[in-house]
């Protein structure tokens, strides 16, 4: 669970940072498993992962549906460092939203950020949405989108870091600089009133409502950044971009996994009786 000190920050910051939520034996599983994934272009499929980019040029490329890509990447569907806070965040327990289940994720890839890519500044509480709202009402939590970004490599100054503007969940106005980073590569926190920039360690993981302005820095070292996220959010959502999980994932989930890649069996009218 979320101690009250985190639940504090998070509602103050919109993120939290969990140190070390991943062993350096599950690190080096998933980096070896994206070692055996040959170089994709864009459009291009590997198994049931496909390589895709936002389309901004500079933001680098990314293994959607990376939870198809083997048992590593299944793990951390509700791997135990960060499933019930996820849980706690997105709320509805106990209520309608629970109908199918805790959970969905939305979306879920690695990324590898090269030298020179950034991805803007975008999310943030002006103009409102209602997908990746924060929310916090009736005493609990019900925030549309929660992610978990978890770094693969160490990153440093010069990486090309996670940028957030703390408490920009909550905000009523636009960031003056909002439209000049948001499809930018030149990001700093410099040149970013109120933005951080994190630090992490491979095997960290930022907790953060999508809701909080966000993006990350230029890559200025050589090297590529790894990271992963999955997004959670009610078991009523659907695919961002319209993925659907294999049945042979679905056959080799956990009850609890299949939960949350899966909440909803297909209703069908049967098929006519010929007799
Ligand atoms: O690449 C990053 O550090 C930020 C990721 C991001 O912008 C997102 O998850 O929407």
Redesign the pocket.
Known sequence: MATDLKTYLFDLRGYIQLEQALTSEEVADLNTRLDEIPKLEPGEWFGNVHAHNYGDGN?GLNLQQIYEGGEPFERLIDHPSWIEKIKFFVGGEGTFDYHHGPLFIDENFA?F?EPGEA?GL?SGGYPPNLRNQYRYHGGRFMCGQV?I?LALTDIGPGD???MLIPGSHKSNFKHPHYDRHRMSKDATVEGTEGAVETQMKAGDALLFV?GIS???AKRTNPGTRR?I?YRYGPSWGNFRHGYQPSQELLDRLTPERRRIVSPQQPLLKPPKDTD
């Open positions: 933001s990324n950020r991805i975008h992610n970004l090309g870091g996670t999508d966000h993006g990350s990271i996220v």
